[in-house]
């Protein structure tokens, strides 16, 4: 049931934008991402409940596609501090699990 | 606030030893997790808790067991430790609800020799 991501890593210049996707064989109740930066544990980004639904957060922005089972993580002008591991996960249908996706490695470089 | 904390920090192991991995929340979340985190395979839910003496199977649970006898700990236990556990441990806690942000602890590392 874990997500499939894609691409598995990325390197961008300062101020370029990237694009990862996220998706699942299963049905999507949530979609929820995560970046880890090198040693440290994940953090939360945001949620996505509903298909359809858009999200931001600062220059980072996430769309969530019920219907295609899909998710994807918009970076807009880059900097280096968005460097690390991004991850998606997806809820099980009574919410008490998390499945989450195998990661894409973002690396910013000047 | 401390969040949520994980001890030990680091940890190595013989094979067929056993050890107990504490993670422990002060924010009187109801729900706890334990992943872990392999290279490749992002991160892989081996038990989790939806209360105070409750536990449940994740995806990958043999090998290991858990307990929450209270509600702001969750124990991970390894009885026979194997190489193929060899790993870095996230233990990770949330609220009940729509809206589950999971707060993570700051990772155990493994090494079973």
């Known amino acids: 049931q874990q997500p499939v991501q894609s691409p598995q890593a990325v390197i961008l210049r300062e101020g370029e934008d990237a694009v990862i996707n996220c998706s699942s064989s299963?049905?999507?109740?949530?979609v929820h991402w995560y970046r880890q930066k090198h040693g440290e544990a994940p953090v939360f980004l945001m949620i996505?409940?509903?298909?359809?639904e858009q999200k931001g957060h600062e220059k980072i922005s996430a769309s969530f596609n019920e219907k295609k089972q899909q998710s994807s993580l918009y970076l807009t002008a880059s900097q280096l501090s968005y460097s690390g591991t991004y991850f998606c996960?997806?809820?099980?249908?009574?919410?008490?699990?998390?499945?989450f996706g195998t990661g894409t490695s973002l690396t910013v470089i000047p | 606030n401390a969040g949520v904390t994980q001890t030990p920090k680091f940890r190595v192991l013989k094979t067929g030893q056993s050890m107990t991995l504490l993670c422990a929340q002060d924010?009187?979340?109801?729900?706890m997790y334990w992943y872990r985190q392999d290279p490749g395979m992002g991160l892989r839910l081996i038990h989790y808790?939806?209360?105070?003496?409750?536990?449940a199977k994740g995806e990958v649970p043999d090998g290991y067991n858990v307990s929450r006898l209270k509600k702001q700990n969750f124990l991970l236990g390894l009885e026979s430790a194997a190489p193929s556990q060899t790993s870095v441990y996230f233990c990770?806690?949330?609220?009940?609800?729509?809206?589950?942000?999971?707060?993570f602890g700051p990772g155990t590392r493994l090494t079973v020799t």
């Open positions: 299963k049905a999507l109740y949530s």
């Open positions: 990770a806690s949330r609220w009940t609800g729509a809206t589950p942000e999971q707060y």
């Open positions: 996505l409940l509903k298909g359809g």
């Open positions: 808790s939806v209360g105070e003496g409750t536990t």
């Open positions: 996960g997806t809820g099980s249908n009574t919410g008490n699990q998390f499945y």
């Open positions: 924010m009187n979340h109801e729900y």
